[in-house]
């Protein structure tokens, strides 16, 4: 399916979750009757307590797990399985040691039938686009954490996809390097100039969703639901230390209640 160019302005459901239920083979049931929907242009981000689902949430969006009831839905088709359409970064830098930046990037494009001059094209491209023109013959040993999440970052959108599912992006990542990433992330995501068209992060640290989220969702109990959604509203770039964040954060927190165990 084609991206659909000059649709600004009119919101599409880019990913949906709809009446998600799934439980693990051991009989744990994680999810009853979750609905989560990112829409184009949003930055979508899901939080709630340790251990809640919120990778086991990301896992089946993204394909790879399938629920006992319900669907995932891409601009409207049923989800079955993973696709490139959909890019899963995952808390864990992603780089294998023995290939140079480039070479890293141009691995999300070996199932793509391309010519190698293509994908070096695609891949510097990519690289440029996170801030890594000029370092392509770099080995992961040579960079910074930071450096290499942006790789994992160019690799994913090699692939040209439409979403990005990331989880819990920055947890590898020292404060300082953290907060010059988050402040480049939300620009390069939303750039225009690729498929991408929304973005789903899971994470623990709420001053970061409140600075990059424009919805959040919140998932809590046992079995976990949508306990919440919010719609935030404030003006980029978001400072933490003015009263409108303190006030959003105050209120995220308060729906962070130990999880209760549903009737
Ligand atoms: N393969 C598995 N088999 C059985 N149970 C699992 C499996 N993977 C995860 N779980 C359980 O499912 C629940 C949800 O796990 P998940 O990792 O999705 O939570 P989370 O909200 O991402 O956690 P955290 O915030 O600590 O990263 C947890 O209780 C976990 O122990």
Do not use: C
Not at 23 to 38: P, Q, R
Not at 123 to 146: H, I, Q
Not at 175 to 181: F, I, P, S
């Amino acid at each position: 399916m084609e991206a659909q160019a000059g649709n600004e302005g009119v919101s599409q459901v880019v990913l949906e979750a709809v009446n998600i239920d799934f439980s693990y083979d051991n009989g744990y049931k994680v999810f009853e009757n979750i609905n989560i929907e990112a829409d184009s242009g949003k930055f979508v981000a899901i939080i709630g307590p340790s251990g809640i689902g919120k990778s086991t949430l990301l896992r089946i969006l993204g394909g790879f797990l399938k629920p006992d009831r319900g669907e995932v839905r891409l601009m409207g088709r049923v989800l079955h399985e993973p696709t490139p359409e959909v890019a899963l970064i995952h808390q864990s830098i992603v780089t294998f040691p023995w290939m140079t930046a480039e070479e890293n990037v141009m691995l999300s494009m070996k199932t793509k039938n391309m010519d190698r001059e293509k994908m070096e094209e695609k891949a510097r491209e990519a690289l440029a686009r996170v801030g890594l023109e000029g370092f392509e013959d770099l080995y992961p040993k040579e960079m910074s954490g930071g450096m290499r999440q942006r790789v994992a970052i160019a690799r994913a959108f090699a692939a040209d996809p439409y979403i990005f599912l990331m989880d819990e992006p920055f947890a590898h990542l020292d404060e300082l390097t953290a907060e010059g990433l988050r402040q480049d992330i939300y620009n390069i995501l939303f750039s225009g100039e690729t498929p991408l068209k929304s973005v789903i992060m899971v994470s623990h640290n709420l001053t970061e969703v409140l600075e990059l989220a424009d919805v959040i969702y919140i998932l809590n109990n046992i079995p976990a639901t949508v306990v919440g959604r919010v719609d935030v509203n404030m003006p980029r770039p978001r400072n933490p230390r003015n009263d409108d964040f303190n006030a959003n954060l105050d209120m995220l927190y308060s729906y962070l209640t130990p999880p209760r165990k549903r009737e």
